[in-house]
């Protein structure tokens, strides 16, 4: 039986935590930051929990994600 594969695009993308919980980067922090309020920045800069309807989806492209660090 082979092995299953990792989907790479979306485990550089995702953590999972120690709760089994999958947590993601929020979109807006790559560039054009100068015109973004401080408080803007703020808010983007955390790490956002992925929204119930997107954890079937992520966890069939990580299918060993109860190991990850």
């Given at each position: 039986m082979p092995k299953m594969k990792t989907h790479r695009a979306a485990a550089k993308r995702y953590k999972v935590t120690a709760s089994g919980k999958i947590t993601r980067r929020k979109a807006?922090?790559?560039?054009?930051?100068?015109?973004?309020?401080?408080?803007?920045?703020?808010?983007?800069?955390?790490?956002?929990?992925?929204?119930?309807?997107?954890?079937?989806?992520?966890?069939?492209?990580?299918?060993?994600?109860?190991?990850?660090r």
């Open positions: 807006g922090i790559g560039h054009l930051l100068q015109r973004k309020s401080a408080s803007r920045k703020r808010r983007i800069f955390k790490v956002e929990q992925i929204s119930d309807s997107h954890v079937k989806l992520v966890s069939h492209e990580l299918p060993y994600k109860k190991y990850s």
